[in-house]
């Protein structure tokens, strides 16, 4: 038995409940109970049997009982989906492939109209290609005019090694774009190996990513605003 001014220790023998022929280890009970300096009931106490079909009991509370962990004060920040009327935003668009692009911008706006987002509160960037949406998309960013900037594109892979390059090339700038402007920049770049993958995701069996990244947009855009903005 170990004792001090804060708690004691004991390590007790406990008589096995399996069949001995199973098991020649002698099992203890561990038992700790921590007290304060004022002698106020256990703030801890813990049994632990250890051996063979060993098993543990935890108790954790204070004085009334309630959890030691609560986490009650603890903020969480969150951004909200249900409305961003008042919120600007910019679609930066890829015109290379844009079969697939004006679905992904359709997809964003039709998104953004059931959520209160004006027309007017919506520029849409029209680059060359998803190479060009990086520093696009940092420009618009450094404005302070938007909550958040959409990257709309869509690679497909062809039959040289171009596909790894402009996406490698277009993450890193919409990435860049946002760590830079210190506004939300959305990826909202489809990388698909063939067409039909790329159909799929444009309002096929796996929706639009395009409203995908119009939601995302709403969300960050609100949790800038509400909670993330600079004090002045």
């Known amino acids: 038995m170990a004792a001090s001014a804060f708690g004691q220790c004991n390590l007790l023998p406990r008589t096995p409940t399996v069949n001995p022929m199973q098991s020649h280890r002698q099992l203890y009970t561990l038992s700790f ?16 049997s250890i051996g063979f079909g060993s098993a543990i009991e935890r108790h954790c509370g204070d004085r009334n009982g309630s959890d030691l962990f609560k986490t009650d004060a603890v903020r969480q920040l969150n951004g909200s989906v249900i409305s961003a009327k008042g919120h600007r935003f910019a679609i930066v668009v890829a015109r290379f492939n844009d079969l697939i692009t004006k679905k992904l911008l359709e997809g964003a706006l039709e998104t953004f109209k059931n959520h209160s987002v004006r027309e007017e509160d919506i520029d849409v960037v029209w680059v060359p290609g998803c190479f060009e949406i990086g520093v696009t998309a940092q420009h618009l960013g ?14 497909i892979r062809g039959d040289t090694s171009h596909y790894d390059a402009v996406v490698n090339a277009t993450t890193s700038g919409v990435l860049s774009a946002g760590l830079n402007s210190g506004t939300p920049c959305i990826f909202g770049v489809l990388t698909c190996d063939t067409l039909e993958q790329a159909f799929n995701r444009v309002g096929g069996k796996s929706g639009n990513k395009g409203s995908e990244t119009a939601l995302t947009a709403i969300e960050m855009a609100s949790l800038f605003e509400h909670h993330l903005k600079p004090s002045e």
């Open 33 to 48: 109970h921590r007290q304060s300096v004022n002698s106020s009931p256990p703030a801890l106490s813990l049994t632990q």
């Open 142 to 155: 450094k404005s302070q005019k938007y909550q958040a900037i959409l990257c709309i594109g869509a690679v």
